[in-house]
């Protein structure tokens, strides 16, 4: 069972437009979220992070959503670069009852963005 | 740049071999994890670590296994490889334990032959 889920396999927008990369998750006990690009031949890079008390955290160009009711976080990347086309994956964690943490992250499929000059 | 490498970088072994991928960290972080990624499955976490001789099972853990016998080092063991293991394997760590941020290594391409 995928727990959460990037229903886009690819996104292609062009230079200067918006990308919107949207990730849903079933699993109501996660409580922080992640966004991770992913370079070819090269390690996953951390992005942006948001905790589930919060509903919007922006840095710089790239802005993160949470909708907790719809179990849905987006991604908005403003304005787009070429630079930017690389494999997007949203993650999620949560507490275990009691506070304990293993920081365990459970990944999406990842979301292949072009952007276009 | 959290100072994590991986060795291999690649390897091609045959079905049955033993397979040891290392995973090295300079920093003296607690927590460490292996993933693998493959397409249409992202990354998934096989083993993880928070402490030394301290390790648990992920969600993809099936003949795989872990050690860490010391801080720095995170080893996973394929015992008897199988094509089903080709993968891309990536370590990772988390170096503040009140975040949930990982950073990766550069990964290991794996080809079971």
């Known amino acids: 069972d995928q727990q959460v889920k990037q229903n886009s396999p690819s996104l292609s927008v062009q230079e200067g437009r918006i990308s919107i990369l949207n990730c849903d998750y079933t699993?109501?006990?996660?409580?922080?979220f992640l966004w991770y690009k992913k370079y070819p031949a090269e390690g996953p890079t951390f992005l942006i992070s948001?905790?589930?008390?919060?509903d919007k955290n922006e840095d710089g160009r790239f802005t993160v959503f949470l909708n907790k009711s719809a179990k849905h976080l987006s991604l908005h990347i403003v304005p787009s670069q070429p630079g930017d086309s690389a494999v997007y994956f949203c993650?999620?964690?949560?507490?275990?009852?009691?506070?304990?943490?293993?920081?365990?992250?459970?990944f999406g499929q990842g979301t292949i963005l072009t952007v276009h000059p | 740049d959290a100072g994590i490498t991986q060795s291999p970088r690649h390897k091609v072994t045959e079905t049955g071999t033993p397979v040891t991928l290392r995973c090295h960290q300079t920093?003296?972080?607690?927590?460490m994890y292996w993933y693998r990624q493959d397409p249409g499955h992202g990354l998934r976490l096989i083993h993880y670590?928070?402490?030394?001789?301290?390790?648990d099972k992920g969600e993809v853990s099936d003949g795989y296994s872990v050690s860490r016998s010391k801080t720095e080092d995170f080893l996973l063991t394929l015992e008897s490889a199988t094509s089903s293991q080709t993968s891309v394997y990536f370590c990772?760590?988390?170096?503040?334990?009140?975040?949930?941020?990982?950073?990766f290594g550069p990964g290991t391409r794996l080809t079971v032959t």
């Open positions: 990772a760590i988390r170096s503040d334990p009140n975040s949930y941020e990982q950073y």
């Open positions: 699993n109501s006990m996660f409580d922080y």
């Open positions: 948001i905790s589930s008390i919060k």
């Open positions: 993650a999620a964690s949560s507490f275990l009852a009691g506070g304990t943490s293993y920081g365990k992250l459970t």
């Open positions: 920093e003296n972080h607690r927590y």
């Open positions: 670590s928070y402490g030394v001789k301290d390790t």
